[in-house]
């Protein structure tokens, strides 16, 4: 299998050299070069296999570098009872009529992210040993991505994770998970300013190639194509529980920010799994949905980028995106270049609704979008506590409240349940007055001993800090 970019540089890559890099040289995203077609003989095999072992078939499909029997150990060691809660990794529970959620979030950190990330800790620990090489981690966090990572990587040889976020502006709950880490190859690094000074700061470091290369920086952001494949691994496994064979079709809603999970859905969809809909939800940050409904795709300014109460998905520039364009202007990378490159670049924004390519992202592609508020959010969240006596997160009622719009009888939606309630509390109290239930691994870790380090908002402050702390 070989992967290409979206912007037509003429080199072709295997698995383990994307593995560790980010953006093509180009400035393109990865993606293979075709997608592995999957037929229902192979459906049918599939359907009985547990968790690790799908996994294991699938990243085979993509992966030809890793000897088998060395994939099928990282799988079985990634997803275990222990790490992810249950037997079936993802249950699947239906919450009312042709209406399922799909947990996602009882992983380490109660996010999805936890789904892609453990895997690539195991995948980076791999193949660091593999080539006797060293990787320092540095990103950018408000939440869920750094505690994620954090929790993927503690431990791991090979890896340190150097993690900034804005001092003072994540959740109590969010901090703590990740300050309490006491691992000595995790870094926290709390910046006096916002989400953006941190972002800034891990770009002006990267874009210093001299550091880069001396200190080995790397990322773990969501458009690193390993990620992505994790996470087609449950849309087969959602499908396999939501269904009795394998001639029924099933939609996904999915609560949409950076267009990375939903993508995932895509490329399982273009592998042939029977999914009818895709239901991209987002909240008032609505670039997605706006796209979706118009042809229109227009990136928006971070002064017009809304704090919401689901702020994982407060996006203003959706960074998977790309990849689903390229297949919908049928990889054609002189006209993905022209919208992204050219009018992206000149006015922020690029026109789609002329071209028949935009009809196809309904029909051929099977997207769909919505929108939601606030208001609707915390309306879900009262209405699936008083009727199901189920509790959501901000962001899967986000999922819930698109999904219900865009219902069709006969055709199970499965809901992607993105976070638990207990890491956006705030939220839950707002909705119903009291605290959601907290698992009993995270009882009281907000008085546990933190490690975190205060620096001011200079990339030459944390380049410091990092030069220090390499050997
Ligand atoms: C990251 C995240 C999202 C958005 O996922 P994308 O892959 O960026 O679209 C939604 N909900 C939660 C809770 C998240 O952490």
């Given at each position: ?7 037509g540089?003429?080199?072709r ?5 994307i ?8 400035g393109?995203?990865y ?7 999957v037929?229902?003989?192979?459906l049918?095999?599939?359907?009985a ?5 799908l ?7 993509y ?10 150990a990282?799988?079985a060691k990634?997803y ?17 009529d042709g ?6 979030s ?10 892609a990330?453990q ?12 080539r006797g ?10 939440g ?14 090979g ?8 001092d ?11 300050f309490s ?11 006096t300013?916002?989400?953006d000074?941190c972002?800034?700061i891990?770009?002006a470091?990267s ?6 290369r ?5 990322t773990?952001?969501?458009i ?10 449950y ?11 394998n001639?029924?079709p ?12 939903v993508?995932?859905?895509h ?12 239901v991209?939800?987002?909240n ?6 706006e ?8 990136v ?5 980028t ?15 995106f ?6 919908l ?66 962001h899967?009622?986000d ?6 719009e ?15 309630p ?12 009291a ?19 205060k620096?001011?908002?200079?990339a ?7 030069a220090?702390?390499?050997?």
């Amino acid at each position: 299998m070989n992967y290409l970019s979206t912007r037509g540089h003429p080199d072709r890559k295997r698995f383990c050299e994307i593995l560790l890099e980010g953006l093509a040289p180009d400035g393109g995203l990865y993606l293979p070069e075709a997608y592995p077609q999957v037929d229902t003989a192979t459906l049918a095999k599939w359907r009985a296999l547990p968790y690790a072992e799908l996994a294991f078939e699938i990243l085979s499909l993509y992966i030809d570098d890793i000897p088998p029997a060395d994939l099928k150990a990282i799988c079985a060691k990634t997803y275990t009872a222990e790490v992810f809660g249950t037997d079936e990794i993802v249950p699947l529970r239906e919450l009312e009529d042709g209406v399922y959620l799909e947990a996602l979030s009882n992983g380490p950190t109660l996010a999805f992210k936890d789904m892609a990330m453990q895997l690539l800790g195991n995948l980076f620990e791999y193949e660091l040993a593999r080539r006797g090489a060293e990787l320092n981690i540095l990103g950018a966090t408000s939440g869920d991505t750094g505690s994620a990572a954090e929790y993927a990587m503690r431990g791991k040889k090979g890896v340190r994770v150097f993690m900034t976020s804005p001092d003072g502006r994540m959740s109590p709950f969010q901090q703590a998970q990740m300050f309490s880490l006491q691992d000595e190859n995790i870094h926290n690094i709390a910046i006096t300013g916002v989400f953006d000074d941190c972002q800034d700061i891990v770009k002006a470091v990267s874009n210093d190639l001299g550091f880069k290369r001396k200190y080995r920086i790397g990322t773990v952001n969501s458009i690193n194509w390993a990620r992505l494949l994790a996470q087609v691994v449950y849309y087969f496994a959602g499908y396999f529980q939501a269904t009795a064979s394998n001639d029924k079709p099933v939609s996904f809603t999915v609560p949409s920010g950076n267009f990375g999970n939903v993508c995932a859905g895509h490329v399982a969809r273009s592998m042939g799994l029977p999914i009818q809909t895709l239901v991209v939800a987002t909240n008032e940050n609505d670039v997605l949905d706006e796209f979706f409904r118009t042809g229109v795709y227009r990136v928006r300014a971070a002064v017009d980028t809304h704090e919401t109460s689901s702020p994982s998905m407060d996006i203003s520039k959706a960074s998977n995106f790309e990849r689903f364009v390229f297949d919908l202007v049928g990889r054609d990378a002189a006209k993905l270049r022209k919208l992204f490159v050219d009018d992206l670049g000149l006015q922020g924004s690029f026109d789609l609704s002329a071209d028949p390519a935009f009809k196809q992202a309904a029909e051929r592609f099977g997207f769909k979008s919505g929108r939601s508020t606030h208001a609707d959010r915390l309306a879900t969240i009262r209405d699936t506590d008083k009727r199901f006596a189920t509790l959501v997160d901000p962001h899967t009622a986000d999922g819930l409240k698109a999904a219900r719009e865009q219902l069709v009888p006969g055709v199970p939606m499965v809901v992607l349940e993105t976070a638990l309630p207990i890491k956006f509390a705030a939220t839950l109290v707002e909705a119903l007055g009291a605290e959601p239930a907290r698992p009993k691994k995270f009882e009281g870790i907000e008085a546990l001993p933190k490690r975190v380090v205060k620096l001011p908002a200079d990339a030459e402050a944390v380049k410091a800090y990092i030069a220090e702390n390499c050997d």
